[in-house]
């Protein structure tokens, strides 16, 4: 930053770029920070080759960097040195047999003209930045006054996010599994909704990911599971209610007191809780996430595998930890009766979790065709737009009023 001070005071040109890694976080999550650690290590190397002795290169922190590059004609050199970081980086790298892939976005502020203070100019590469994620990412964006008009979008949706608890904006649907023998409802997924006053429906794929990097997924996964509990207590038929983990509740060591609580407060019979956890959660600190499990499923909760089959290594993890369930991931229910392959691996799947003594469950049915095909292969359960798509809290109730008094009469 003292260059940049110097190069600022002098009049003499100079670059600022910021660049962030694209897709990082997702390498990190799945194959654990080791691996993460090493292609950090690369992408650095990477950064040397691209840039000359002159230039200053920092690790800003997480998965960003900044450069710094004086003596050479600016914009042309920025530009230049922003072409090979987007094209050096994000070329495949191989580690420990994975072959991943990884990019970089960038933007850039030039001194004098886009700012003389270190921090004007860290900010206007920042919105540079922002806008070359905006518009696709593995690129790179120069700075330009207007793209200070507006506070970006990422911002302005953090800050909603922030305030959603506390203005009532999240809302849980819920969207019921039947068992396909009995063909009754044995259960309820809880899905989450943010309401937002003016973007409307945002979806759990898009503010999840937000409220973990913004570490409110404490404060949201909570309100989830005693507001799912409370609800699922108050049903006229006993039937089970799964919940959605991330796995960054686990971190903080108090998820196990968070669930006993929720049911405590509710009343919910613990052996009507199931919790859905995804691989991401057995990645880190593997042995302080089976403590929690194994805790949990002391008091009665059930352990649920969700997505399965879109990870890296699920098997490894069915040997950790005695999974309740396991959820077959959408993806080999889509037309799975016109494709043998995925028939074959449902098939797989279902035999290994009955030798396990897990129950299975097929995410994401949406024909008459999967049903039939699932239900050949041994599933279990299913959930899925054909039998129900999320529904509110009061119609959820009233599917339920209503498949008690069928079973009645
Ligand atoms: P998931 O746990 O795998 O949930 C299943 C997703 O598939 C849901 O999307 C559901 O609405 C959708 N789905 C169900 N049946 C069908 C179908 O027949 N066809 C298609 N195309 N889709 C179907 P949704 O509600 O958008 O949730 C997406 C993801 O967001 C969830 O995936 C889950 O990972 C996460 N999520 C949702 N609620 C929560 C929550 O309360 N906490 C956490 N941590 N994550 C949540
Ligand atoms: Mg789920
Ligand atoms: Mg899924």
Redesign the pocket.
Same mark, same amino acid.
């Given at each position: 930053m003292e260059r940049l001070t110097n190069v600022a005071r002098t009049g003499q040109a100079a670059a600022l770029l910021y660049i962030d890694l694209d897709r990082f976080k997702a390498v990190n999550d799945t194959l654990g920070h080791p691996i993460g650690d090493t292609l950090l290590r690369k992408v650095a190397e990477r950064f040397k080759s691209a840039t000359r002795d002159g230039d200053i290169v920092a690790r800003l922190g997480g998965d960003e960097f900044a450069v710094i590059q004086s003596d050479t004609p600016q914009p042309a050199g920025a530009q230049a040195l922003a072409t090979r970081l987007v094209d050096l980086i994000g070329r495949a790298y191989a580690i420990d047999g994975h072959l991943l892939h990884i990019g970089a976005s960038v933007g850039v502020a030039i001194a004098p003209i886009d700012g003389r203070e270190p921090d004007v100019l860290l900010k206007n590469a920042d919105l540079a930045l922002y806008r070359a994620k905006a518009e696709g990412r593995g690129c790179y964006r120069m700075f330009a006054p207007e793209m200070a008009d507006h506070l970006p979008a990422r911002r302005a949706l953090e800050t909603d996010l922030r305030r959603a608890l506390a203005l009532k904006q999240l809302q849980?649907?819920y969207?019921p599994q039947y068992n396909l023998a009995s063909k009754l409802i044995i259960g309820f997924?809880?899905? =989450?909704r943010w309401h937002h006053p003016t973007r409307g429906v945002v979806?759990?794929?898009e503010f =999840?990911p937000l409220a973990e990097e913004i570490s409110i =997924?404490g404060a949201i996964?909570e309100w989830?599971l005693r507001t799912a509990c409370k609800q699922a207590a108050a049903w006229p038929v006993p039937v089970t209610i799964a919940?959605?983990?991330?796995p960054v509740q686990f971190r903080g060591g108090k998820l196990a007191e968070t669930v006993t609580s929720a049911l405590a407060q509710s009343q919910l019979d613990a052996h009507r809780l199931e919790l859905?956890i995804?691989e991401g959660a057995l990645l880190n600190d593997t042995n302080d996430v089976l403590k929690t499990l194994n805790r949990l499923r002391e008091v009665g909760v059930a352990v649920t595998m &969700? &997505?399965f089959g879109t990870g890296y290594s699920s098997l490894g993890y069915l040997q950790k930890f005695p999974f309740d369930k396991i959820k077959i991931d959408?993806c080999f229910v889509r037309d799975i009766d016109s494709h043998v392959e995925r028939q074959a691996i449902f098939r797989a799947v279902t035999g290994l979790a009955a030798a396990l003594r897990m129950k299975t469950i097929a995410?994401?049915?949406?024909t008459e065709g999967e049903l039939a095909c699932v239900g050949a292969a041994g599933c279990d359960e299913v959930?899925?737009?054909?039998t129900g798509?999320?529904i509110s809290a009061e119609a959820t109730m009233a599917l339920l009023a209503t498949t008690c008094s069928a079973e009645a009469a």
């Open positions: 849980l649907l969207q997924e809880a899905l =989450i979806p759990p794929e =999840i =997924i996964g989830v919940v959605n983990l991330s859905e995804t &969700d &997505d959408q995410e994401g049915v949406e959930q899925g737009y054909l798509r999320p």
